[in-house]
């Protein structure tokens, strides 16, 4: 399978509820990875998610990512929006 990976943004508006985390986000901007796979058995060039990973900064020039479900994900930015 060919897969590919963009990064990205994403800034949430207030503290964000994330799965398998535990306590909330504080609002901000975090950078994102989306890890993507090519769906082979089209006739034209159809990306599937398959993984995002969201980069915490712990401490000054310290960070860690956490992988999280795009659903989920998608999810958390819909009830930031909401």
Known sequence: MTTRITQSTVTFLHPATIPG????????????EIEEELVASLSFPV??????????PSRPGLSQM????PQ????AI????A
């Open 72 to 75: 989920e994900l998608d999810a």
């Open 66 to 69: 956490i992988t999280i479900d």
């Open 21 to 32: 985390l535990d306590q909330p986000l504080p609002a901000g901007t975090y950078r994102l």
């Open 47 to 56: 990306y599937r998610r398959i993984s995002a990973m969201l980069d915490l």
């Open 78 to 81: 819909a009830r930031d929006r």
